[in-house]
């Protein structure tokens, strides 16, 4: 089964807004056998909005549209396409009433008469509940089966809403009509850190340029490389056997830079093997300023393995809070092996912990010198007392090189755990 | 004057790359007066790059397309458009011979016959010369004027191909012709932090529907809800005093709830506030686990007024690192006022800065009570002594609800800064 998507939005055509819904969509689509065959963005213009529906409706019969769904004015999204179904727009005394308990309960204030309006819906049409926001969702439906779903623009609640109603909705259909699954594209994904593309491109071999006939595309970022090969044309089951032999002969060649696949998270894997081994982290920041704990932090249910730490962007802090020897600092200076081996066992100590880790470098675009030039940045890690520092050049700008510290440190403490060969510091193909 | 965007790729339709060069694109033109007014995204198929391509055409009369112009079997856009200008391929000697020395100098190797369809265009086109990639873009043009730009996908290269040629290539016709500016959108940015959306209205009343004619747009985010007035159809200076009148009124309605403009950011305004006050800052962070922290080291510069902190995820260590009493941990718990309170004072004394800011919550998905549900949050500021706490409900999920936090702690302290009245807790419409 095919449909379309419209996005709808001012902000998405003039580039205010980059469109990540259309992305989320396409791959929650993609799992359940339907495939998104077009997708148009138009602005907020009632003639434009209607136009694109209408053509899209004619082409594929199913559509799904994304914003103008709120309380503003420039929300035309459910009366236009209403119309283009020959319906009406109606109060509906469930919503209005539901938003009124919403605004009471949550702001102890009566509804503004600007938020009355999403209570007005289509006549005849089906609610899509909202359970992460205000904004319902609408689902219309002609005579011939064609139909649009109505979806908010708030990725949250896009998010939400496709999840609890639309997937089942759209699922449902499909079996109660006997729609075929469309040769839909799938994919593997496995993810490399520490290690530039054209050398993992040099360890593939002939593999670099497909895997058994299945293309196999190089996508570099922050965490590193990710290797994605990819199949369509062929039925789901023989899809994953031929994907899995494909990610089979790649680990082969790839070994231990492998981290992960999909959208495993670095953060949690370490936290994961950290939770097998009963260790607790805590981590001593400068240049990264916070951000590795934070992205331990952001991982459900790490307030049992990651205890906290010291964000010691100031030398004095180094001193004061983790034990830093000012002796070390003058001769050696911050961003220096030794600091940054006092540093991941002076939170060690001081935090009671399995394991330290500490970050400390030159982010810039200030601070560098000919010997440590911007980007400098040296990683420790501390566990039980046996301490391993290295030391990277980053590239990248200021947030880059501080993202890719945390992603070394964390995956110094992954090669640890596994007793594989340690990392070498962050190298990239530029 | 107006074109039409069609992106190209089966990449972008199912999800694995998100569309930048369209924002891109969009901003880029609107700067020069031409105004993107729709965007259709559409696989490697050729029947539907067909399709896309002449209903564009058929419209606007002016069509960009992006991707599809590499080396390999899945772009297919050069013969499926040249074919819609009744136009055969040719090979082009010059982009042949180019496309060879490229090949031996850079990878010491003779062209493979894969690359060699790079070589291969539309007849009677003109050649987009490409100074940053190997793939040449192309320009086809009809006999009434109706013309079709084909740019490369990687937008490295489609940036500099748009730069280098297709920008002042279409400024030229532009002027050539006689077409108007009159397109041009402009916009002016305002940003909100801590009130909802139809607050906002509220306060904005009958502006909320436009100002003075001009469109204004509600967009919310984790930052707050930005207000985004947009003008078109008007001369560039004529447009600049119209928007700047229509950012007043705005002001007057909103007032300090605006904390900024365009992609001003919080922490960086916070800093230059502190900055001017030679204040300096310290961070307590329970559920944030360093996101302040690394908010504000994101900031250039920032060395000089943010010392440091302390991610005090585990309770011990905001008796033991902060000196929050372990009297008021038993007595309120550690997501309450008194410890929010605690926590700013601590890492104000203990780091010897003029501001303590503290955040204290239960970022879920577990942990909530029915007193205190996900999303609570307390935080507080302690400046020069003087120590303030304000509670919270925060929308969304665990890293929203986090990232919230910081913003509202942030608009704390610009809010004493500025002796304005200090901002309640974060509030969404949802």
Redesign the interface.
Known sequence: MDLELVTI???L????????N??????EF?AIGVR?????????NPE?IAA?VR?ALHRTGAVITTGGL?????DRTKPVIGALFGRSMVLDDAILVALEQ?WLK??GVAL?V??RQQAMIPSNCTVLN?H???APGIWLEDDQGRWVAMLPG?P??MRGMLADTLLPRVRDRMQARGATESTV?R?RTLRTANIAESALADRLGPLATGVNGL?L?FLPGNDGVDL?VTISDVPAREAERQLSEAARQIQEKVGSFIYGSENDDMAAIVLALCGERGATVA?A?S????????R???V????TI?????????N??KV??LGVSPETLAQFGAVSEQTSREMASGVRQ??GTTVGLSITGI????GGTPEKPVGTVWVATDIDGEVQAVKAAMPGD??EM?YRSTQLVLDRLRRAFHALPASAGWTADD
Chains 1, 2 share one sequence.
Do not use: K, Q, W
């Open positions: 939005g001012d902000e055509l003039l580039g205010f807004t980059i469109d990540t259309a992305a989320h969509l396409a791959r993609a998104i065959s077009r997708r148009s963005t138009v602005g907020d434009i694109a053509e709120g309380p503003t004015a420039d919403r949550r702001f503004p600007s938020n909202n992460h926001g205000s708030v949250r609640e594209v994919s293309s595309a994605r981590v920041e240049c990264s300023g916070g951000l590795l704990g934070s331990f932090t952001s459900p249910g790490s307030s990651f205890m906290g730490g010291v964000i010691s962007y100031h004095a802090s004061r809070e001081r935090f982010a810039g675009p200030g200021r947030n501080r």
